[in-house]
T-cell receptor, first 111, second 114 residues
């Protein structure tokens, strides 16, 4: 079992819709959770981090964490064509500096 | 600000050749990482260094060695390159403090092993 799992997609949504991206992780001791966006041919860049159960909102992005279910999600409201990218879920193990990534979900926003 | 600098950007090797990928950061970060990215595989951790003087294996360390030369520099060495090591390699750095753990990535190295 991979430590961090994501559906590879592609996930296609129309412009203006809500995109929902999901991630599960296996290490119950994980304490820090991240969403990175990666455009084709570019380096990943951090868009959201979350550390406690519940929702965290930043502009059009909302990260959701449920530690009991070992589940992290990212909602993108009012999706734009510029949001088309691969979204990588990352998890940092508790007590260690190791950061593990999922395989990423490719999002396509259709104009 | 330079951030994280990786060299080279592109490299072609023949099977069995050796090479070192260089990485340097100017943000005074404690932690540094080497990842490889292959189609459909996401980012896989090769080695990481939590602080100067320490290194630890990640998910896919076989065939690689690393050196944390000082706080700024973290190099990745392929002693005898194999076609399976054809990949894009990313170096990253971050602070070690909980709540301040954003990874800053270099621009990547496209490596082809023939």
């Amino acid at each position: 079992q991979k430590e961090v799992e994501q559906n590879s997609g592609p996930l296609s949504v129309p412009e203006g819709a809500i995109a929902s991206l999901n991630c599960t992780y296996s290490d119950r001791g994980s304490q820090s959770f991240f969403w990175y966006r990666q455009y084709s041919g570019k380096s990943p860049e951090l868009i959201m981090s979350i550390y406690s159960n519940g929702d965290k909102e930043d502009g059009r992005f909302t990260a959701q964490l449920n530690k009991a279910s070992q589940y992290v999600s990212l909602l993108i409201r009012d999706s734009q064509p510029s949001d088309s990218a691969t979204y990588l879920c990352a998890v940092k193990s508790g007590g260690y500096q190791k950061v593990t990534f999922g395989t990423g979900t490719k999002l396509q926003v259709i104009p | 600000n330079a951030g994280v600098t990786q060299t080279p950007k592109f490299q072609v090797l023949k099977t069995g050749q050796s090479m070192t990928l260089q990485c340097a950061q100017d943000m005074n970060h404690n932690s540094m990482y080497w990842y490889r990215q292959d189609p459909g595989m996401g980012l896989r951790l090769i080695y990481y260094s939590a602080s100067e003087g320490t290194t630890d294996k990640g998910e896919v360390p076989n065939g690689y060695n690393v050196s944390r030369l000082n706080k700024r520099e973290f190099s990745l060495r392929l002693e005898s390159a194999a076609p399976s090591q054809t990949s894009v390699y990313f170096c990253a750095s971050s602070e070690a403090d909980h709540g301040n753990e954003k990874l800053f990535f270099g621009s990547g190295t496209q490596l082809s092993v023939l």
